[in-house]
């Protein structure tokens, strides 16, 4: 059984016809056909159930598909490892990022690592949380690095559970309340309580629309929550136009850029998130990554030699 073999299956399983697949491989349909007649006949079993217009597999190719995929990914995976040790960590990394994170990677750690490894080219995805797992499970995106309440393990919200995937565990934070100083209803005060904000209009982020409603139910409040939208970032404009207190993280946006906002730090454990970083367990991950996760946090040992 060749490699070469399992691609063709693979393909004349996803396109269902044999014309279809030949065509997607640019080759004559009679070639392809006797490759999957000598895979059948070398593994003793039928793959493809015959006779309708559809090619449907058959339970033994079903179990083939899933172990081809496995086989060619960890083939690709290898090639690939054995580049990265031979262009001397050269390349491309891709991170994803939320957005309210992306100005705490610059300076660090982004430019230390384009320092330390010049020849490495970086594709940086921004977007709010569910988007970077997304890009994590497609493959679009080695890290992932979002913020998620600091209790979190199931994320209900991101059709994900954190145990699907490895875990590097950044700094907590505070969620905060942003207003603007013409209508700042907590005059000479730096930090609130969640019972403070019950009669404010409210804006948030829908990442944590979850985690703000179930922490005013916690209080016996319901959140007047005027706009939920899809990024902190963009909940910030709303304050500054003066219409309703932004629930964010103090890391959302650089604060010399807003002068007419002020901030005050909500005091509620269950408020608090922190930073993680994310990559999956079941792929391989590149020296390159492996590198920049070493320097996130050298105690992880994931320097490759």
Not at 83 to 112: K, Q
Not at 267 to 277: A, F, I, M, N, W
Request: aromatic content about 8%; hydrophobic content about 40%; charged content about 25%.
């Amino acid at each position: 059984m060749e490699l070469k073999q399992l691609e063709y299956f693979l393909v004349i399983a996803e396109e269902q016809q044999l014309t279809a697949a030949a065509k997607r491989l640019f080759m004559s349909q009679p070639p392809l056909s006797y490759q999957l007649k000598n895979l059948e006949e070398e593994l003793g079993t039928e793959l493809f159930e015959r006779g309708g217009r559809k090619m449907k597999l058959t339970p033994a190719g079903e179990i083939l598909k899933q172990r081809a995929t496995q086989i060619l990914e960890l083939s690709k995976n290898t090639l690939r490892e054995m580049e990265d040790y031979g262009n001397g960590f050269g390349g491309l990394l891709s991170i994803g990022a939320v957005s309210s994170l992306v100005h705490t990677l610059f300076p660090e750690p982004l430019v230390r690592f384009q320092n330390e490894y010049p020849n490495v080219r970086l594709s940086f995805l921004e977007g709010n949380a569910a988007d970077m797992v997304s890009a994590l499970i497609d493959g679009k995106v080695e890290i992932a690095i979002i913020r998620v309440p600091i209790n979190s393990t199931k994320l209900e919200h991101l059709a994900c559970d954190l145990y699907n995937f490895e875990q590097l565990f950044g700094m907590e934070e505070n969620m905060v309340a942003i207003v603007h100083k013409d209508d700042d209803p907590f005059p000479g005060v730096d930090e609130i309580a969640v019972e403070q904000l019950k009669d404010h209009p409210l804006i948030i982020s829908s990442r944590f629309y979850g985690l703000i409603t179930s922490t005013f139910y916690a209080h016996g409040l319901e959140a007047n929550i005027r706009c939920v939208c899809d990024g902190s970032r963009n909940s910030v404009l709303w304050a500054e136009n003066r219409l309703g207190i932004t629930m964010a993280n103090s890391a959302v946006m650089h604060w010399e850029h807003h002068p007419s906002l002020a901030l005050k730090v909500i005091r509620e454990p269950l408020l608090q998130t922190r930073q993680v970083t994310l990559w999956r367990k079941d792929k391989y991950i590149s020296s390159l990554a492996r590198n920049f996760l070493h320097m996130l946090d050298p105690q992880k040992g994931l320097r490759s030699p």
